[in-house]
């Protein structure tokens, strides 16, 4: 839920930004994409405090699954800010690789809470380690380069420096949930 507000707050502040002085559109636009993210986040977090998602196989599933998403509603939302900044073939590059990369996120995320025990869930389940563990040290990396940095204590501070504790405990609570004998026991390890 703190995720899901952090991000809305950052997406607003982007917004506000891109709203302010000579309005930019497309800016505008790239902003709807994180705003949407972040209401899913904090939508899925109400669900897991409420019971609505009970099992902890489906918690790792759809936290996945959102992962996968976001990948490809950024990308969307952000086309047609990309095609004014970076070009035309930048950008259609960016949102193909972003929406083959959110796909192949969905399929993982489908195959996690599958019920099936194959081969194929031990290599997702190491995958899954692997990119939860890199995950938490860049966070940790972000956090020491901002302290380091010496960034001034306003909203900036919030997006830059809470995201990356917040989405560190994420990633550590979603390590321990890969260690849990329940969910060992469904991903086949």
């Not at 009970?54 to 996945?64: M, S, T, W």
């Not at 699954?65 to 900044?85: K, P, Q, Y």
């Amino acid at each position: 839920m703190i995720l899901g507000v952090i991000n809305l707050i950052g997406a607003l502040v982007a917004l506000v930004g891109a709203l302010t002085g000579s309005i930019v559109i497309s800016a505008v636009v790239a902003c709807i994409g994180p705003i949407i993210m972040a209401v899913l986040y904090f939508r899925f977090g109400v669900s897991v405090k409420n019971g609505g998602v009970p099992e902890k196989i489906d918690i790792l599933a759809y936290f996945v699954r959102l992962a996968g998403l976001s990948e490809i509603i950024i990308a969307v939302f952000n086309l047609w800010n990309a095609w004014e900044t970076k070009g035309a073939w930048a950008a259609i590059a960016a949102l193909a690789i972003s929406i083959i990369v959110g796909l192949i996120i969905l399929f993982v995320a489908g195959r996690i809470n599958d019920r099936k025990q194959d081969t194929g869930d031990k290599i997702i389940w190491i995958i899954l380690v692997v990119l939860f563990a890199i995950s938490a040290i860049m966070d940790i990396l972000a956090i020491v380069g901002v302290i380091a940095a010496g960034i001034a204590f306003d909203l900036t501070f919030l997006t830059i420096v809470v995201l990356p504790i917040v989405s560190f405990i994420i990633d550590v609570f979603m390590l321990l949930l890969l260690f849990d004998s329940d969910v060992k026991r469904e991903m086949n390890m």
